[in-house]
């Protein structure tokens, strides 16, 4: 069998290849935007791409190169990674992505409106959240209005109570972003210190949703700890290469927590993001399955039961 090698000057052109330039031209299906220069991919939903850099937040594991993502994110052996991507190379000339050379963003919360009148019809009207939840949350300064569009600015905190992540959702479409500089580590929650339990959700409408049918059954609709984890992810080629949510990793790390309720989407995304949390954590807490069955999710559950409850009061 001959031997295995690779040239300096092939090594050369394989060391130049960042990682976004690579998925962008090999494999752009794994591509995730979640903000202006912003990437994660569908299997590693910790592991993002910006300013030319790459960080996997799960392993505490960062660099330039593709590479490097081979050796340390895929496990592949050096020589193995160098030819792959050499073989790769030479069928297809990648073409360069430009990407900015600022190495982080200042993270600076969008500037408020005088008010929050239409955030707060957004959510009580179209999405059918409770008006005392709403207002509590504003009180609250975990949700405001943005001058800029109006769109609805969800706030995450550390354990400082300072803001370090903040999400725009727009109230006249279907348009969501991360603020540029956000930390994902510290997405929006609601907690109870005394509480040992955890529900987990996609997004911050469906947590505040599930809290809405919650009030409808108890006055008391905060009893537990509640977190969204800004998303979902694919198991891709294999569970083991996994890794948990950023923000549900950090939070157990910061919590004494027992029991994770999880009440993600009923897709295919939010089906593999279950059983990754499974998987990686099912010997050390209890787990639940919460997520909806007949429908796509909390949010959709709470505007159906609404108008199916408003149908019979017709009647």
């Excluded at 957004?122 to 001058?147: A, F, G, H, M, P």
């Amino acid at each position: 069998m001959p031997k295995r090698y690779i040239s300096k000057k092939d090594l050369a052109k394989v060391k130049e290849l960042d990682l976004l330039t690579y998925f962008k031209n090999y494999a752009p299906e794994e591509l995730v935007r979640k903000g202006r220069n912003d990437y994660v991919t569908r299997t590693h939903g910790s592991l993002h791409m910006s300013n030319g850099l790459w960080c996997w937040w799960a392993q505490s594991k960062g660099g330039r190169t593709a590479l490097s993502y081979f050796i340390d994110v895929e496990g592949m052996k050096f020589l193995d990674a160098a030819l792959y991507l050499r073989d790769l190379i030479q069928t297809k000339e990648p073409i360069p992505v430009k990407q900015y050379t600022k190495s982080i963003y200042r993270f600076r919360l969008p500037q408020a409106y005088e008010n929050n009148k239409i955030i707060e019809k957004y959510l009580t009207t179209e999405r059918k959240i409770d008006k005392e939840i709403v207002k509590e949350c504003i009180q609250s300064y975990l949700i405001y209005e943005s001058n800029k569009d109006h769109s609805v600015v969800f706030i995450g905190r550390d354990e400082n109570h300072f803001p370090k992540f903040a999400c725009l959702r727009a109230t006249d479409s279907s348009n969501k972003k991360d603020v540029p500089g956000s930390d994902k580590r510290y997405s929006f929650q609601i907690k109870n210190n005394n509480s040992r339990t955890l529900h987990v959700f996609e997004s911050t409408i469906d947590l505040l949703s599930y809290l809405t049918l919650e009030k409808r059954k108890d006055s008391i609709f905060h009893r537990d700890n509640y977190l969204s984890i800004d998303g979902a992810t694919l198991i891709g080629k294999s569970i083991t290469n996994s890794t948990l949510p950023v923000a549900l990793d950090h939070f157990l790390n910061k919590n004494d927590i027992r029991t994770i309720k999880l009440h993600l989407d009923n897709d295919r995304a939010g089906k593999d993001t279950t059983k990754i949390i499974y998987h990686h954590l099912h010997e050390q807490y209890e787990i639940q399955d919460c997520s909806p069955k007949k429908y796509k999710d909390i949010n959709e559950q709470l505007v159906k039961t609404d108008v199916k409850n408003h149908q019979i009061r017709i009647q």
